[in-house]
C-alpha cells in the first residue's frame, strides 16, 4: 500500500508564511512528478505547483513569487513553502505525485488534503 499524508496546514495572519510538507510512504520502487492543488469553498481544485523528478518547477500565477516547491527525494517528501500569504489563499491543500509501487503500475495517488486559512 502507497500513501500521501500532508502536514503543516493551520491558521496564519495576512503576510505571514508556512510550510506544507507530504510524505510518501509503503513499497515505492520510484516517484515522478510531485505537487501540490488547492481547493477552496465552492471553487475547483486547482494546480499550485509542481516539480518534476529532475527539479524543474512550474506555479501558478497566482503564487508565482511567493510560494516555492521543493523535495527531498531520500525522505520521498515534497515542500510547499508559502510567503506573503495572503486571504484568497485559504484552501484545502492537496499533495499529489506519480508513484511507481514495487510491484509496479504507476500511477496517481492524492493526500487527504490539508486546511490553510489566512485571516486576521
Known amino acids: 500500500q502507497v500513501q500521501l499524508v500532508e502536514s503543516g496546514g493551520g491558521l496564519v495572519q495576512p503576510g505571514g508564511s508556512l510550510r506544507l510538507s507530504c510524505t510518501a510512504s509503503?513499497?515505492?520502487?520510484?516517484?515522478?512528478?510531485m505537487a501540490w492543488y488547492r481547493q477552496a469553498p465552492g471553487k475547483e481544485r486547482e494546480l499550485v505547483a509542481g516539480?518534476?523528478?529532475?527539479?524543474?518547477?512550474n506555479y501558478a500565477d497566482s503564487v508565482q513569487g511567493r510560494f516555492t516547491i521543493s523535495r527531498d527525494d531520500a525522505k520521498n517528501t515534497v515542500y510547499l513553502q508559502m510567503n506573503s500569504l495572503k486571504p484568497e489563499d485559504t484552501a484545502v491543500y492537496y499533495c499529489?505525485?506519480?508513484?511507481?509501487?514495487?510491484?509496479?503500475?504507476?500511477?496517481?495517488?492524492w493526500g487527504q488534503g490539508t486546511q490553510v486559512t489566512v485571516s486576521s
Open positions: 499529489d505525485a506519480l508513484i511507481t509501487p514495487n510491484w509496479g503500475g504507476l500511477k496517481d495517488y
Open positions: 509503503g513499497r515505492i520502487f520510484s516517484i515522478g512528478r
Open positions: 516539480i518534476t523528478g529532475g527539479g524543474s518547477t
